[in-house]
């Protein structure tokens, strides 16, 4: 018998996971952008190589599984993992590092747990974090931002330097690099240098450092744009951003001098793209409405621990993962209550 209509749901899906990846790809332009403008070639090459590694890889994988390469290309999260992973990379990052770290993500922290919609880690995060701990100078040597660089270099010698090593005629890599914004204040701090006297230098700007903020401000730009699309929900941004900013006003009342103040931290570093674009992955955070504001409050007093009293200045990508663990347990202990069941049994049916 054949019948009128299909089984349930009978309501259309707002969006696709294809439709979803590209407006986040969207949204991420803007602060990409700002990126580029800020500190150079060196982002859009990245973009490049990890681009290429991430969709060969997923290709290669899917056929090695028996499986349509096209259907998971086509659904665009192996791009989006390369797009996050390479604007978080240093612009001067040599090219196999790039590659060994897209390579790492897709292969193994997606599709080694089955694929999309498996991995249990944020895989861009997972990426970075590999190579963070196995090349820690490569991975904090950034060049300045475009308003502090005397040696600005052009696409060529960008090239030139990512896919060979070669440096410019009379540039040494002292000259051309420097540590970033959350470094540096790190460094200074643990020196007994006073957040007075650090903030005279022209690394400084309003907020955080010169260059980072303005990239942070288009971050933030894409991320409304993606809260304002339905794309991602307010609970995680907000929770995050809020906790870290709270934290971090909490303690610079305490001590001005040893304690960087709450826009810093939100400013600097890649907190805002953190925010929006990578702890509000659906796939790795999670899925209740009361379990995401704890899993973004988590990650943001995880960030200001990590870079207070840890081991790295930026924490970003280290707090998501941490929290990416404990998601199972937090969407159990937040399930809303089952239609029809009372608070005394959890809420939950069959108990």
Not at 48 to 53: D, E, G, K, N, R
Not at 204 to 232: H, Q, S, T
Not at 236 to 247: K, T
Request: charged content about 10%; overall charge neutral; glycine content about 10%.
């Amino acid at each position: 018998m054949q019948f009128p209509s299909f089984t349930s749901p009978h309501t259309d899906r707002p969006n696709s996971v294809r439709e979803n990846m590209l407006w986040v790809i969207a949204a991420l332009m803007p602060g990409a952008a700002a990126m580029f403008w800020y500190f150079g070639w060196g982002i859009i090459i990245n973009m490049a190589i990890a681009s290429a590694t991430a969709v060969s890889c997923e290709a290669l994988v899917m056929k090695m599984r028996g499986r349509q390469a096209s259907s998971a290309v086509g659904d665009m999260s192996a791009l989006l993992t390369a797009l996050l992973l390479a604007v978080a990379l240093p612009p001067l990052l040599p090219w196999w590092l790039t590659v060994i770290g897209t390579a790492f993500a897709i292969v193994v922290v997606k599709q080694l747990y089955g694929g999309l919609g498996y991995n249990p880690f944020n895989p861009a995060m997972a990426g970075y974090v590999l190579l963070l701990i196995s090349y820690p100078v490569q991975m904090t040597s950034w060049l300045p931002p475009v308003m502090l660089n005397e040696n600005p270099l052009t696409l060529v010698q960008t090239a030139m330097v990512i896919f060979s090593g070669v440096l410019p005629t009379d540039l040494t890599w002292d000259a051309l690099t420097m540590a970033s914004p959350l470094d540096s204040m790190r460094t200074q701090l643990d020196l007994n240098v006073t957040l007075s006297e650090i903030k005279l230098s022209p690394l400084w700007g309003d907020f955080g450092g010169r260059g980072w903020e303005w990239a942070g401000n288009w971050f933030l730009l894409g991320g409304l744009f993606l809260i304002y699309k339905r794309v991602i929900s307010w609970h995680i941004p907000v929770s995050m951003l809020g906790s870290l900013l709270l934290i971090a006003m909490l303690f610079h009342f305490i001590d001005q001098d040893a304690y960087p103040f709450g826009l810093f931290h939100i400013f600097s570093g890649g907190t805002l793209l953190g925010a929006f674009f990578i702890a509000t992955d659906p796939i790795t955070a999670c899925t209740t409405r009361k379990g995401q504001l704890i899993f973004g409050v988590g990650i943001g007093l995880t960030i200001y621990v990590i870079r207070t009293w840890g081991g790295y200045p930026d924490a970003v990508a280290f707090a998501v993962l941490l929290f990416n663990m404990a998601v199972p347990l937090i969407d159990h202990y937040t399930q809303p209550r089952v239609f029809g069941h009372s608070a005394e049994n959890g809420g939950r049916s069959g108990e």
